[in-house]
C-alpha cells in the first residue's frame, strides 16, 4: 500500500527556510571543503523573498553555485544570483542557525532531522516493517534508508 506525503511548496513554509539552507549547506561537499558554515543575514532574507519555483532542488542549486563563489566563511548577498538579489524583500531578517526551530505547523519546534526520521518511520511503518518498499516510497535506496535508521545524528 502506497501513502502519498505531501508537503506544502517551500514558498509556503518559509519559517522553514534558516533550517533548509543550513542542512543544504551542511550536506554540501563544495562548502565543506571551502569551510563554508554560514549564510550572512541579508543573503538569508533575499533567500526567502524568493517564490522558488523549483523548490528545494532550485535552492540547492542556488547554494551549489554561491559556494564556489564564495572566498569566505559565509556566503553573502554578493555571491547569489542576480535573480535571487533583485528579489522584492517579503519578511524581516530570519536568523541563520542550524538548530532554528518552525515557527508553526506539524513541524513546530522539530529539527530538520527529526521531522526527517518521522517520515521514514512513517514510511516503514506503513509497509508493514519492510525496508526496500519503505525506500521506493521514499524515492531512497534501501542502504541510503538502512544508514538513515542507524544514524543517531
Same mark, same amino acid.
Not at 532531522?113 to 531512497?140: D, F, H, P, W, Y
Given at each position: 500500500?502506497?501513502?502519498?506525503?505531501?508537503?506544502?511548496?517551500?514558498? =509556503?513554509?518559509?519559517?522553514?527556510?534558516?533550517?533548509?539552507?543550513?542542512?543544504?549547506?551542511?550536506?554540501?561537499?563544495?562548502?565543506?571543503?571551502?569551510?563554508?558554515?554560514?549564510? =550572512?543575514?541579508?543573503?538569508?532574507?533575499?533567500?526567502?523573498? /524568493?517564490?522558488?519555483?523549483?523548490?528545494?532542488? !532550485?535552492? =540547492?542549486?542556488?547554494?551549489?553555485?554561491?559556494?564556489?563563489?564564495? =572566498?569566505? &566563511?559565509?556566503?553573502?548577498? /554578493?555571491?547569489?544570483?542576480?535573480?535571487?538579489?533583485?528579489?522584492?524583500?517579503?519578511?524581516?531578517?530570519?536568523?541563520?542557525?542550524?538548530? /532554528?526551530?518552525?515557527?508553526?505547523?506539524?513541524?513546530?519546534?522539530?529539527?530538520?532531522? !527529526?521531522?526527517?526520521?518521522?517520515?521514514?518511520?512513517?514510511?516503514?511503518?506503513?509497509?508493514?516493517?519492510?525496508?526496500?518498499?519503505?525506500? &521506493?516510497?521514499?524515492?531512497?535506496?534501501?542502504? &541510503?534508508?538502512?544508514?538513515?535508521? &542507524?544514524?543517531?545524528?
Amino acid at each position: 500500500m502506497v501513502y502519498p506525503i505531501r508537503l506544502p511548496a517551500l514558498r =509556503d513554509r518559509l519559517e522553514d527556510l534558516p533550517l533548509l539552507v543550513a542542512e543544504l549547506l551542511r550536506r554540501s561537499r563544495i562548502a565543506r571543503d571551502r569551510g563554508i558554515r554560514a549564510v =550572512d543575514a541579508d543573503a538569508l532574507e533575499s533567500l526567502s523573498a /524568493h517564490r522558488w519555483p523549483g523548490n528545494i532542488r !532550485e535552492m =540547492d542549486n542556488v547554494l551549489q553555485r554561491a559556494a564556489l563563489a564564495c =572566498d569566505g &566563511k559565509e556566503i553573502g548577498m /554578493h555571491h547569489l544570483p542576480h535573480e535571487i538579489r533583485s528579489a522584492p524583500r517579503r519578511s524581516p531578517t530570519l536568523a541563520p542557525g542550524p538548530r /532554528h526551530r518552525a515557527k508553526g505547523g506539524a513541524t513546530a519546534g522539530r529539527t530538520l532531522r !527529526e521531522v526527517e526520521m518521522s517520515v521514514v518511520r512513517q514510511a516503514v511503518e506503513s509497509c508493514g516493517g519492510n525496508i526496500t518498499a519503505a525506500a &521506493k516510497l521514499l524515492g531512497v535506496s534501501r542502504t &541510503k534508508l538502512y544508514r538513515d535508521l &542507524k544514524s543517531p545524528r
